[in-house]
């Protein structure tokens, strides 16, 4: 390991000079970059075989993934450990004025001395110990501390036992493109090469998780992510006559109101909590302006989880939706009867009802009602899709509920839940059995050997969601089934590989370097840790799991 801080740092700078934005091309520049690199490494000279640059099927933006095998010769056996890493950013309008510095640290450290900036980050900046840049934190250094590891490790091949993957992924910051096309190719990978995978390391991000946290975190597993989404058909009404109708908007802020940051629905699993559901979109179908009130509306939320599968939290959100429909209703009678109380006019009460249904529901009720009406109206809307690729999933999948409500006769207020993609299922090691205690123990013995003058604590679930969460998922059908029958469009506008995801089912963990501000403007990577300590500790897990 000698020099490694000084390569990894120098690496480090170099992707991140490399602009590649989640969901463009330029993505694919970082991809050949890290491809290029691993070439002109003496191992990969002599195996160029094992180094491949892989397009990601069906991808319109013809994106890459690279991945580079080293095979251990000391008692060769089938024993592999996947080291992974996404190669995308965030985009850099944050930056404003500065955006052309984003990439460059150096000069971007120099122009961040003349915005004003908040204590903390200004103390970081003057510190010397952080550099800033777009993509150094989250995740261009993870990617570097790794690279420059197996490195290290394959220059020394006939020492190593069993063997390592890398895999660097796009599109982890947009829709998990890359670690999605990813997951039939570990699996080809196995069955070529006869490897048996012992796990996968993330070398994703940490931080802080609270204000004046000090400590630093390895996780062993992720929270999972669903994003329950309500259509909302209320009553038009006009202005004049704003009683006689129900207010889709009304019913919207109710539930947002209700569920939005609610901690009754932070998920545990063993003591760790996730952060409570955020709405990340809320707006009424209304498209003109006119005196008539909308009819339709719809919001969803981005829905953590730890414990929690696709039926439960659908159970749960239902509830909700009632009850929140209840409030509304109660609501528009009280204050009608204050209203016509207060002028003297004649009241006559409407009586609603608060309708909830699953998107399953609907399309089984439609169905029965329009048979295969139902099905075409869903493939042509798929289909116009599959032709315009750079269309918003999210917007097609609502135009498929729309619609499909549309061919209802009934036209009464309801709401109708379902998954907007995408699916992030949860995973940690439980170490139940020899293979996860195995894994468990390689990691905390390498933490315990590197922590010196850093508390690192090991934790289960990477709070943040990540592309750990692609390698297993549930294994029992009535869980998998009402994820993918309340998706709209599943299996044409979206899908996961389900079953290749199970077939893998491995213990993962996050080993990462540390900063702050993901995301942000403010982003930066704290040097002594990511450079030192946390390349360490991952070269000491693979030594210790492998050896």
């Known amino acids: 390991m000698e020099n490694m801080a000084e390569k990894i740092e120098k690496l480090t700078l170099e992707l991140t000079s490399i602009l590649g934005v989640a969901g463009t091309a330029d993505e694919t520049k970082v991809a050949r970059f890290i491809y290029e690199k691993f070439k002109s490494m003496n191992y990969f000279k002599e195996h160029p075989n094992l180094i491949r640059l892989i397009d990601i099927k069906g991808d319109n933006l013809n994106r890459k993934n690279v991945i580079a095998i080293v095979k251990g010769e000391k008692r060769r056996n089938k024993n592999t450990l996947i080291i992974m890493g996404h190669l995308d950013t965030v985009g850099i309008s944050d930056y404003g004025d500065l955006s052309r510095y984003a990439t460059n640290p150096r000069e971007l450290k120099e122009k961040l001395k003349n ?33 420059m590891v197996i490195e290290d490790i394959s220059q020394n091949f006939e020492d190593l036992e069993g063997n390592i993957v890398f895999l660097s992924e796009a599109d982890e910051e947009g829709n998990s493109t890359g670690m999605i096309a990813a997951v039939p190719e570990l699996i080809k990978l196995k069955e070529e090469q006869g490897f048996e995978y012992l796990g996968l390391i993330n070398t994703d991000i940490t931080t802080s998780l609270y204000p004046k946290d000090e400590k630093k975190y390895i996780f062993t597993g992720t929270a999972g992510k669903l994003m329950p989404t309500f259509y909302i058909v209320g009553k038009e009404a006009h202005v004049g006559e704003p009683f006689s109708g129900l207010d889709p908007n009304l019913i919207a802020s109710q539930i947002t109101c209700d569920i939005d940051l609610n901690c009754e629905y932070c998920d545990e699993m063993e003591g760790e909590f996730t952060l409570p559901p955020v709405t990340l979109k809320q707006k009424d179908l209304k498209n003109e302006y006119s005196v008539q009130t ?7 939320f981005n829905y953590l989880t730890n414990n ?38 004649p009241y006559k009460r409407i009586s609603w009802e608060a309708r909830v249904m699953t998107y399953e529901e609907l399309y089984k009720t439609v169905k029965a009602e329009r048979g295969e009406e139902a099905d075409n109206l869903i493939n042509n809307l798929t289909e116009r899709y599959l032709q315009k690729p750079e269309t918003d999933k999210l917007t097609v999948t609502l135009e498929i509920v729309k619609e499909l409500h549309e061919l209802w006769s009934d036209k009464n207020p309801v709401i109708i839940i379902y998954f907007s993609p995408i699916y992030y299922p949860h995973t940690y090691v439980k170490g139940n059995n020899i293979n996860e205690k195995r894994f468990i123990n390689s990691i905390e013995k390498a933490a315990i050997q590197n922590g010196g003058k850093y508390d690192i ?4 679930f990477f709070p943040w969601i990540s592309d750990l969460s692609y390698v297993s998922a549930p294994k029992e059908e009535r869980i998998i089934s009402v994820f993918r029958n309340n998706t709209p469009g599943y299996g044409i506008l979206y899908s996961l590989p389900l079953k290749e995801m199970q077939q893998l089912n491995l213990p993962t963990a996050n ?11 403010t982003e930066r990577l704290h040097r002594d840790y990511s450079f030192n300590v946390f390349p360490q500790i991952l070269y000491d897990t693979i030594k210790n799991l492998l050896n």
């Open 294 to 300: 909308a009819r339709t509306a719809y919001l969803y």
């Open 457 to 460: 604590q090991i934790k289960k």
């Open 115 to 147: 915005v004003v900036l908040p204590e903390d980050v200004s103390k970081d900046l003057y510190s010397g110990e952080y550099l800033f840049g777009r993509g150094i934190f989250d995740m261009k250094c993870g990617i570097a501390g790794a690279m």
């Open 308 to 345: 929690s599968t696709p039926d439960g939290v659908m159970k749960r959100m239902k509830k909700a939706a009632k009850e929140s429909f209840k409030k509304v209703i109660e609501r528009v009678e009280r204050n009608a009867e204050r209203y016509y109380g207060m002028t003297g006019f």
């Open 511 to 521: 080993i990462g370097p540390f900063g702050k501000d993901a995301h942000k403007f």
